[in-house]
């Protein structure tokens, strides 16, 4: 029936979990199983144990920058101010200069900040600007700024 397939399908990331658990328990130093149940509780959209594994993870084995960019995704997602965020995005802009997606993050923090991060993100939307002239979201997101400050 079709009940009984969605409780398989919900069953087999639960047995799945308890298994990279055990392995976790007897293997602890691999992080090619932290990152797996991170990519498990991200999926059951259990974030901040995703964060917990990936950042474990990352910790075992640093040479993987994709995790570094995916806990500072993550952490932003969650409208996490506490610190967390503005860490993980330092250490991913770090890895990955020039990146969109990383000067997205970057907004999104300062987003959070409402009337004191209007000039930090004033100045990130400038620089953004020297690095991608063309990029017309960037442009677009200047204008809104602006219009937002009825500054235009």
Do not use: M
């Not at 130093?29 to 995703?50: I, M, S, V």
């Not at 570094?68 to 952490?75: D, F, M, N």
């Amino acid at each position: 029936t079709w009940s009984g397939t969605s409780h398989r399908c919900w069953a087999a990331p639960r047995r799945l979990e308890r298994y990279i658990c055990t392995y976790i328990n007897v293997q602890q130093w691999d992080p090619r199983a932290h990152r797996f149940l991170g990519l498990l509780y991200e999926l059951e959209e259990n974030t901040e144990k995703a964060v917990e594994c990936y950042r474990r993870s990352v910790e075992l084995n640093p040479t993987q920058k994709d995790l570094v960019l995916k806990i500072a995704e993550l952490l932003c997602k969650n409208d996490v101010t506490d610190g967390r965020a503005k860490y993980w995005v330092e250490r991913a802009s770090k890895l990955f200069p020039g990146s969109p997606a990383i000067y997205k993050l970057k907004e999104q923090l300062l987003d959070c900040e409402g009337e004191d991060g209007w000039s930090k993100l004033f100045d990130l939307i400038q620089s953004e600007l020297h690095v991608r002239p063309d990029d017309v979201h960037v442009n677009i997101r200047l204008v809104e700024l602006y219009r937002s400050k009825k500054r235009l």
